[in-house]
């Protein structure tokens, strides 16, 4: 269902700057395993040292033309269906942290660890209801209400709650 909206971007992505269209990062997953997580590019190309100096800013200047639109669409996440297939993440959990971010979080908040007891998500609890305007105790917080009070229905809700929020318009 997906192919046509991610053969389009890829083209697009490639068309509009130089680099691979795929971007790919280290995350970690259940269990404390490493897996490298897929996105559209949605930056212009940088260096290992420049991409690790700063986190990603609301108007930040690395983004692409075409990087806003996927982002604002997040259709520069549909890469992570591949991941999904792999068995690296679910569909519904947590999103899966950064993997040089994962020690420097274990010691700040306690029981951090616990996210760990479930599959990263593609989309989550704390995504819909807290998405980048929350701190990452609020987050974290979230993952672990979704983890404790986990259902089918939970996950049919927040599918739902996804697809209200993808549908919404946004600002970049």
């Given at each position: 269902?997906?192919s046509p909206?991610?053969?389009?971007?890829?083209?697009?992505?490639k068309?509009?700057?130089?680099?691979?269209?795929?971007?790919?990062q280290?995350?970690?997953g259940?269990?404390?395993?490493?897996?490298?997580?897929?996105?559209?590019?949605s930056m212009a190309?940088?260096t290992?040292?420049?991409?690790?100096k700063?986190?990603?800013?609301?108007?930040?200047?690395?983004?692409?033309?075409i990087g806003k639109?996927?982002r604002?669409?997040?259709?520069?996440?549909l890469?992570q269906?591949?991941?999904?297939?792999?068995g690296?993440m679910?569909v519904?959990?947590?999103?899966?942290?950064?993997?040089?971010?994962?020690?420097?979080?274990?010691?700040?908040?306690?029981?951090?660890?616990?996210?760990?007891?479930?599959?990263?998500?593609?989309?989550?609890?704390a995504?819909?209801h807290?998405?980048?305007?929350?701190?990452?105790?609020?987050?974290?917080?979230?993952?672990?209400?979704?983890?404790?009070n986990?259902?089918?229905?939970?996950?049919?809700?927040?599918?739902?709650?996804t697809?209200?929020?993808?549908?919404e318009?946004?600002r970049?």
């Open positions: 269902i997906t909206i991610m053969l389009l971007s890829a083209i697009l992505v068309c509009s700057s130089p680099g691979p269209v795929i971007f790919k280290e995350r970690v259940l269990h404390n395993k490493s897996f490298y997580m897929y996105k559209f590019r190309m940088q290992a040292a420049e991409e690790k700063g986190w990603t800013v609301r108007n930040d200047p690395r983004v692409t033309g639109i996927l604002r669409t997040s259709i520069d996440e890469p269906l591949f991941n999904i297939l792999k690296d679910a519904v959990g947590p999103y899966p942290e950064l993997a040089e971010m994962e020690e420097i979080y274990q010691e700040k908040y306690q029981g951090f660890h616990y996210r760990f007891s479930v599959k990263a998500g593609l989309t989550g609890y995504k819909v807290g998405k980048y305007s929350s701190s990452k105790e609020n987050q974290f917080k979230m993952d672990f209400y979704y983890i404790q986990y259902s089918f229905a939970m996950d049919l809700n927040i599918l739902a709650a697809l209200k929020v993808l549908l318009p946004r970049s």
